[in-house]
């Protein structure tokens, strides 16, 4: 999907989402390229403050998104 449709869904899935997903899981946009998105996650997972929803466009020169939810590392 495009970056402005993944925005849309992941807003969508916030909105929707129970509190303790929102707590345990990250919910981001990443490339849906493999080896892109892999890097994207590792790099997020770094520094989660560090990056924003724009962040994942850093990673990719195509208009081709995907919303992903991974488990929060032990804080």
């Known amino acids: 999907m495009t970056y402005k449709e993944a925005l849309q869904h992941k807003k969508e899935s916030l ?3 129970d509190e303790s ?3 345990l899981y990250h919910v ?3 490339p849906t ?3 892109k998105s892999h890097q994207h996650i590792e ?3 770094k520094d989660p403050e560090n990056f924003s929803d724009e ?3 850093k990673y990719s020169s195509e208009d081709d998104f995907q ?3 991974f ?5």
């Open 67 to 69: 919303v992903v939810s």
């Open 15 to 17: 909105d929707n989402a």
């Open 43 to 45: 790099d997020f997972i």
């Open 33 to 35: 390229d493999t080896e």
């Open 21 to 23: 997903v929102l707590r």
């Open 71 to 75: 488990k929060k590392e032990n804080e």
């Open 28 to 30: 981001i946009i990443t």
């Open 55 to 57: 962040s994942c466009k």
